[in-house]
């Protein structure tokens, strides 16, 4: 692995995009929007569940990022026969000296990704929510703190459900960002066949020279982020925007004050990721739809009709009166 880079005394937050950006370019061809909003999803302190179909680099991804940031990263893969302490681990009697021991699970770790969650049974599924929420767990009466950067990136596919447990209300609620992963255009495909003609390797990353970032970088990006200034009239845009999606005819349950929450913190990061230490409306608009898609549940006739969340969160933002 190679030295971290020093920054300059600079927006940290846009030299930290700008240094994602080319380093990622080496290993990942094409995602731009999964590799920004990842990055939203840990500037944050969120989580975010990523959908797309098998082969989108989603998990290299998330690899790639760990490296990055100098990040311990732990993978699951659900099963339906998963349970909770192959999550969140537990005391196991040791033989030889008659004492049970606590054996960590791969929740004990900075960036854990679980690959096809929906697969996972319900009670292990529930096995996350603390984490997710407190960032701690609880084992057998005692607690554990999580790591400070601990995040979940639990990713499900889009077309096939025979065999898999939909994640209740919830569960989906505490993932900051729904992140949708499509297709690379054309020229990416053949740009990505050329890389591994010439010897890429997506299972070796230490051949492909990325060059970390300072250890102390994600905090430092973190409380720049924090520091955005809001005006008192984008709080109101805010509100307006999720409390219109409580009263929206194909809406059968609109967003929470948690998800008007969450507006406001990635609309904040997408300011920090463009330069600014102020909030704009476009950064509320950009927001929107990675974070109000998956808190809308839409009434049965907006499914038979083909009306997705996205557009409906495209509907609502042309109809709320943007503050000038």
Same mark, same amino acid.
């Given at each position: ?37 990842? =990055?939203? $999803? ?9 959908? &797309? ?6 998990? =290299? ?9 100098? @990040? ?8 339906? *026969? ?7 681990? &537990? ?12 054996? !960590? ?5 900075? =960036? ?18 603390? &984490? ?49 992963? &499509? ?22 990353? *230490?051949?492909? *020279? ?16 924090? #520091? ?5 009239? @984008? ?17 059968? =349950? ?7 929450? $969450?507006?406001?913190?990635?609309? !904040?990061?997408? #300011?920090?990721?463009?330069?600014? *230490? ?23 006739? $907006? ?20 503050? !000038?």
């Amino acid at each position: 692995m190679g030295t971290s880079q020093q920054l300059s005394p600079t927006s940290t937050v846009r030299q930290l995009r700008e240094h994602i950006e080319r380093e990622f370019a080496k290993v990942i061809v094409g995602q731009d929007e999964l590799r920004q909003q990842c =990055l939203m $999803a840990l500037l944050c302190r969120g989580h975010a569940l990523i959908e &797309g179909v098998p082969g989108l680099a989603k998990t =290299l991804s998330i690899k790639t990022l760990s490296r990055l940031l100098q @990040l311990e990263f732990r993978r699951v893969q659900a099963t339906s *026969d998963l349970m909770p302490s192959d999550i969140i681990g &537990g005391n196991i009697l040791n033989a030889k000296s008659s004492q049970f021991e606590l054996h !960590k699970g791969p929740i004990f770790t900075d =960036l854990m990704l679980v690959d096809e969650i929906n697969r996972m049974p319900p009670r292990t599924q529930g096995a996350l929510l603390e &984490g997710m929420e407190e960032r701690q767990v609880t084992i057998d009466g005692t607690r554990y703190e999580l790591p400070p950067t601990f995040t979940v990136f639990a990713t499900q596919n889009p077309v096939e459900f025979e065999g898999t447990y939909p994640l209740p209300e919830a569960q989906v609620d505490r993932f900051l960002l729904k992140i949708r992963s &499509g297709y690379p255009e054309g020229e990416e495909e053949i740009k990505l066949l050329g890389m591994v003609h010439a010897g890429f390797d997506s299972h070796d990353l *230490d051949r492909a *020279d990325l060059r970390p970032l300072p250890a102390d970088i994600l905090d430092r990006a973190r409380d720049e982020v924090k #520091a955005v200034r809001v005006e008192a009239q @984008l709080f109101r845009y805010i509100t307006d925007v999720t409390r219109r999606t409580r009263t929206w005819p194909v809406v059968s =349950l609109g967003a929470s004050p948690r998800a008007s929450v $969450a507006l406001l913190n990635v609309a !904040k990061s997408v #300011a920090a990721l463009e330069g600014r *230490d102020y909030l704009v409306p476009d950064d509320v608009k950009a927001a929107a739809e990675p974070v109000l898609r998956h808190r809308l549940v839409l009434k049965p006739e $907006a499914d038979l009709e083909g009306i997705s969340a996205d557009q409906v969160v495209g509907d609502v933002l042309r109809t709320v009166e943007v503050p !000038k």
